[in-house]
């Protein structure tokens, strides 16, 4: 119920036990850290070109995530994604209005870029499934096998 992806087994590596309910290990970890670094922000007040930068530092070494193999490091770079995004919107807040036809298509446009890349890996998952044919039901049901 807690999560936004399938709940067929394969995609287990993603997900959270708490209380019995299933939750996304990324939404566990970026939403928070989103909201205690835009907290921080608000009451340190950076500059914008220090927030932008640090946005864009942060998400490029989050981006190691793919080179890494093994999911032992996911939490870690979802919190330095959670990171970036609230340094990239802080930016976008305190965008100098000379800058703001560049800025705001740019983080648009990093953002789109992420997550279709991201959701193309997860489709890949799903259709090398058997069960692909009865999607959406298959993530109704126990866990299928890897056959």
Not at 82 to 110: E, H, K, M, N, W
Not at 113 to 137: D, I, N
């Amino acid at each position: 119920m807690l999560a936004h992806h399938p709940l067929c087994g394969r995609f287990d590596d993603h997900l959270l036990n708490i209380r019995g309910r299933k939750v996304c290990r990324g939404c566990v970890t970026v939403y928070p850290t989103f909201v205690v670094i835009m907290v921080l922000l608000f009451m340190g007040r950076p500059e914008f070109m220090a927030a932008f930068v640090a946005s864009l530092v942060s998400f490029t070494f989050q981006l190691l995530r793919f080179l890494i193999p093994g999911r032992g490091w996911s939490m870690f770079f979802n919190t330095v994604l959670g990171s970036s995004l609230a340094l990239a919107a802080y930016s976008a807040i305190v965008c100098p209005p000379d800058l703001r036809l560049f800025v705001y298509p740019f983080i648009v446009t990093v953002i789109v870029v992420f997550e279709f890349l991201k959701g193309r890996r997860m489709l890949r998952r799903c259709k090398e499934c058997t069960s692909r044919a009865s999607y959406p039901h298959c993530a109704r049901g126990p866990p299928m096998s890897e056959d």
